[in-house]
């Protein structure tokens, strides 16, 4: 990635270092998410409440600014005077929202459909690529609206080294806040909670569970493999899945049941309704009964609960957990709620206060080496997302309503929650949990290849 030279001028800027664990993973990827509304609003009121929002997090519309050769190698060039060039756009249509985007929607049964990815419509002024922004000047943040004449779109994109998914929900939370009651978020506190974790000279902290160095053989395989799936497998769909409230219950109540024909009825085992539904997506994915290739989950875990953390809180905050290797047949042999308990104990004991400390140390001190959580040669993979507690559908936008609409009491409903994530290498294996529908269902979005989809014994029942 290009470098560009670091202005020694204290006048108009001052420089913040991206934090440690923020600078240790995806520097080369950006988060693009987007709400769709069921009214027309007044971009004009979303401008001024960005604005007011960009003055008083002024991180938002600071340059990134990466130097390979300093240290810190990643940092925000943050303006003194704020800056709004380049951090919001809007667009107006007048025509149906219908006639430009086909975006998903609840039904009645499990269905799994073609996820649009209307960039052009999202943010079609915004950033490309981590590259578009250190070359070209642009703000950090980037907000757009775009309007219909039966809805909008407000999209925004965030580069990862910024914040993970939670940070960008405090983004979109505190602009819907000061939109509907006018008041301004808590100030960020812009210290870097990890940075105690970072190794001191020769450290050689134990590595966590399943994550594994290679050999230059095995590197060697993982790069022959990567070239095959590139060259032989890269017809990869974006599909959104959609559970409704009734197949959640009864996939619930079925792991339940499970659990307690295997431990007993007073089994006091407990699994989450994202547990009982990963384990739902992983057997539609992996479903040989013969098949002895090794399986690991990758799944990030918030750790915002620890008291360290002053909410709210922008920057990367989540561990990498690493499920116990499966064979993949054992995942169509075991029942639903023994492969949600699988998931479920793999949280609980990869979340202890000291397995994050030994993983939060390890991560640190092997920044810029290769660290891989399958096997090289044959493992199968996954990687898994959770959205859903950060309940980004249910937001209020009726505060970007114009005034005519507000007076007569008139609210604005967020009917679809959109993301996508850009990146050098296309996504592939990655399962994420969205959000909770308003109905009571969930949504799940997935990067699998095409034969996964289409497979009779998977998905291919619920193509649509």
């Not at 002024?58 to 390979?68: A, C, F, G, T, W």
């Not at 506190?189 to 105690?196: K, N």
Request: glycine letters at 6%; a positive charge.
């Amino acid at each position: 990635m290009a470098a560009r030279a670091m202005n020694s001028s204290t006048e108009e800027f001052y420089y913040l270092p991206a934090g440690v664990l923020d600078s240790s993973h995806a520097t080369d990827s950006i988060i693009a998410c987007g709400w769709v509304l069921d009214k027309a609003i007044d971009a004009e009121k979303v401008k001024l409440a960005w604005y007011k929002l960009v003055t008083h997090w002024p991180i938002l519309s600071s340059r990134l600014v990466y130097d390979p050769k300093s240290k810190p190698q990643w940092m925000y060039r943050i303006p003194r005077t704020p800056t709004f060039k380049g951090s919001f756009a809007s667009l107006s249509i007048s025509e149906s929202i219908h006639n430009h985007y086909n975006y998903a929607k609840p039904m009645d049964t499990i269905r799994c459909t073609i996820k649009e990815n209307p960039h052009h419509l999202f943010f079609p002024y915004g950033p490309k690529s981590v590259e578009d922004i250190l070359l070209n000047d642009r703000p950090l943040v980037h907000l757009h609206v775009t309007n219909f004449d039966d809805g909008a779109l407000i999209g925004l994109a965030v580069p990862h080294i910024l914040c993970d998914g939670h940070g960008v929900s405090a983004i979109i939370r505190a602009l819907t806040v000061i939109m509907s009651e006018g008041s301004l978020p808590s100030p960020l506190d812009l210290t870097d909670p990890f940075v105690s974790y970072s190794p001191t000279s020769g450290a050689h902290p134990p590595s966590p569970p399943f994550w594994r160095a290679l050999t230059p053989l095995q590197r060697m395989g993982l790069l022959l493999r990567g070239l095959w799936n590139r060259i032989f497998d890269n017809d990869v769909e974006n599909r959104d899945v959609y559970i409704p409230k009734s197949e959640i219950l009864r996939l619930k109540s079925q792991a339940v049941d499970d659990i307690r024909k295997e431990h007993g009825d007073d089994s006091k085992l407990f699994v989450s309704s994202s547990d009982v539904v990963l384990a739902f997506m992983l057997k539609r994915i992996h479903t040989s009964k013969w098949s002895i290739r090794p399986l690991n989950v990758f799944y990030t875990a918030n750790l915002r609960s620890s008291p360290n953390f002053s909410i709210p809180f922008l920057r990367n905050a989540v561990a990498m957990i690493i499920t116990p290797t499966l064979p993949v047949s054992m995942v169509s042999r075991m029942s639903l709620g023994s492969l949600g308990l699988h998931i479920r104990r793999t949280i609980q004991t990869q979340m202890t206060p000291s397995a994050v400390d030994v993983w939060l140390r390890w991560r640190l001190a092997t920044v810029d080496k290769l660290r891989i959580f399958f096997s090289p040669w044959f493992g199968k993979w996954n990687v898994v997302t959770n959205w859903r507690e950060m309940k980004l559908i249910g937001l209020d936008f009726s505060g970007a309503l114009p005034d005519a609409s507000r007076s007569a009491g008139e609210t604005v409903k967020c009917v679809y929650v959109w993301g996508d994530g850009l990146q050098p290498l296309a996504l592939r294996n990655w399962i994420g949990l969205w959000q909770d529908d308003p109905s009571g269902g969930m949504w799940v979005s997935a990067f699998l290849p095409k034969r996964i989809w289409r497979n009779p014994q998977g998905f291919g029942r619920y193509l649509s």
